[in-house]
């Protein structure tokens, strides 16, 4: 066997093992990109999960998130401001759903299991009164996204 030949095998061999270890890297990407995903949308549920165990483990809260949402002008202003307070959480962690979906490709099912979430606690009496007057400090994407849930 002549040289050329042996150096040709090399280049083939060597080709070859570049190209194995291309595949080998892009389904590490691909499974790193999934429980990345996975990972995120486990935060967001654990987070929302502490955002309603706020509420139903305070009575004065509980209170207020039922009050308010059915009738804000029944609350005094410490009330009021328990209430804007936690519905501008609770939104926040939506818009924060919204933003990893669009940004880095989460499932578009995640968000429309959200939508009758949001129907329920903005499309009340005082969401829809707190949204009016707060959706100008969220993302103008998710602000639509909730605008059309609405309507």
Known sequence: MNWEAIGATAEMLGALAVIISLLYLASQVRENTVASRFSRYDS?????????????????????????????????????????LLLYNGVQLLESLHLQLTQSGLDKEI?????????????????????????????????????????
């Open 111 to 151: 968000w429309s299991r959200q939508l009758p979430v949001i129907s329920r606690i903005i499309g009340s009496s005082g969401g829809r009164e707190w949204w009016s007057n707060h959706k100008v400090e969220f993302d103008r994407s998710f602000v639509d996204a909730v605008d059309d849930a609405l309507s």
């Open 44 to 84: 967001f549920v654990r987070t929302i999960g502490d955002f309603r165990s706020s509420i139903f483990d305070n009575e004065t809260l509980s209170r207020v998130w039922e009050v308010g949402l059915r009738a804000p002008s029944e609350l005094d202003d410490v009330e009021s401001t328990r209430l804007r």
